[in-house]
């Protein structure tokens, strides 16, 4: 009995080690080279643009504002509303077909460079090598027993991941919050429920994902990986290992002559390995652990340089490129990504400069098709007027497309603050012998009283009798 319950054990834990594996931390050797500096570049950029936004102002204003309470969205000088949802649209768009386009191109450039977990992932290292020191020294210190030198080294690691997960969480909340005013809540003690509740659950989530997590997001949690491969064909630009080159591999030393003894270039010293973030050996081919970061080229590109090897055993290659075959960069699939993304942009930017902060609907009473009154047609309406400028406005009505058609109404101008709609009521006549079929177009027009170039048209239908 108890040697079949040590079997059934057994069997539990081989499928529990089938389906996930145990984490073993990862100690990241720093490396210097070409694509470290474009990490490091990419870094500093995408952290001070998302430190700094929320302090710089626009036109007396905080630059980027999402100010969810008055249904407002300031983008430097631009203010949308709700109704704008449709930027947003193709925002995403822009941003998915970016994705697919440099992707195919280059694979996971943005997974590399400028992904928020790689971003604040690689910050969290730099604060980790700071305090702890290079990877040797963190791991002799993770292998260490407790003592009273371990204690204070991590809680000091930790103490700056917190600090600097609080400010991450401040900056996220100031993009809705102005970052001033949030300032002045936190000095004074006095932080709303929702302000604090998004400060630390996003400072929260920074720490664990960048602190703790790290590449367990990427291998298991990013859905990114799982479908990258979908957009690689054999011409994709990806970090490769010249297998043909640099096998068989083995250590030598510098000044032998490894040709005649049969070795490739690689001399098996694993620095590719230890400068991974997610611990993989690239020398096992393409794998979708793989981010992109080019730590490993840069790391065996310097190992090539002392022993007086040529550079790129490991780089960006292709596919084709290591089989011996021609490459193509420029392929169907890259110009059809590039049109879609060039015609999206292009639409985008034509529609957000050419955008009139003012909206217009028109909607017909739907229980009456028209009235007759002494000769007369009617016709009832109720526009809606929406104001998206920053100030108000004082709106003329007209209406044409019928031979004396005419406004009934006390007034044939409309007052509307900014950010507001306005109903108004409007009641349209005209004799029955100008109508020349039972449902004819008008065009409703509105001109602001104080600036004629803000001005909107909206086209309806006027009803009468059959002729």
């Not at 290659?317 to 490459?327: E, R």
């Not at 017909?364 to 016709?379: C, F, H, P, S, V």
């Amino acid at each position: 009995m108890s040697t079949n319950n040590s079997l059934d054990s057994s069997r539990d834990e081989d499928i529990e080690q089938v389906l996930f594996a145990k984490r073993e931390k990862i100690f990241p050797r720093e490396v210097h080279g070409v694509f470290a500096a474009l990490r490091i570049a990419s870094v500093l950029l995408l952290l001070g643009i998302f430190y700094g936004l929320p302090w710089l102002n626009w036109d007396g204003r905080q630059s980027i504002l999402l100010d969810l309470p008055a249904r407002k969205f300031y983008v430097f000088g631009l203010t949308f509303w709700p109704q704008d949802f449709l930027y947003l649209t193709f925002l995403l768009i822009i941003a998915a077909m970016t994705l697919f386009f440099f992707t195919t191109l280059a694979g996971r450039l943005w997974c590399g460079y400028a992904c928020p977990q790689t971003v604040w992932t690689e910050t969290f290292l730099w604060i980790e090598r700071l305090i702890e020191g290079d990877r040797n020294k963190q791991i002799r210190l993770e292998k260490s027993p407790w003592n009273l030198r371990k204690f204070r080294i991590k809680i000091s690691k930790h103490s700056l991941w917190v600090v600097f997960s609080l400010f991450t969480g401040f900056s996220f909340v100031a993009y809705f919050t102005p970052a001033r005013d949030l300032t002045q809540q936190i000095l004074n003690l006095s932080l709303g429920p929702w302000e604090a509740f998004w400060l630390f659950f996003y400072a929260f989530a920074t720490y664990g994902n960048a602190g703790w997590m790290r590449e367990q997001v990427c291998i298991y949690m990013c859905p990114y990986a799982r479908f990258q491969s979908a957009m690689f064909d054999n011409d994709t630009l990806t970090v490769s290992y010249d297998k043909q080159r640099g096998e068989p591999s083995g250590p030598r030393r510098s000044n032998i002559d490894h040709k005649k003894n049969g070795l490739g270039d690689c001399i098996n010293c694993t620095l590719c390995v230890q400068v991974c973030p997610t611990g993989i050996d690239i020398r096992d081919g393409l794998q979708y652990q793989c981010i992109g970061c080019s730590a490993c080229i840069d790391a065996c590109d310097d190992v090539m340089d002392k022993m007086k090897y040529p550079k790129g055993l490991i780089r960006y290659t292709t596919q084709n490129a290591l089989q011996g075959k021609p490459t193509r960069v420029l392929r169907p699939r890259i110009v059809i990504y590039g049109l879609i993304l060039l015609t999206i942009f292009a639409i985008f930017s034509y529609s957000v400069l050419n955008r009139v902060p003012l909206g217009l609907d028109v909607i017909r009473d739907r229980n009456q098709l028209y009235r007759e009154t002494a000769g007369l047609i009617e016709n009832i309406y109720t526009l809606k007027v929406l104001n998206m400028d920053k100030q108000a406005h004082t709106y003329h009505l007209t209406v044409n497309g019928i031979e004396g058609l005419s406004i009934e109404s006390d007034s044939d101008t409309i007052h509307v603050a900014s950010g507001q709609v306005q109903d108004y009521p409007v009641c349209l006549r005209v004799d029955e012998s100008n109508l020349t079929e039972r449902s004819s177009k008008i065009v409703f027009s509105l001109v602001a009283i104080d600036t004629e170039d803000l001005s909107i048209e909206e086209h309806a239908r006027f009803l009468g009798p059959v002729q």
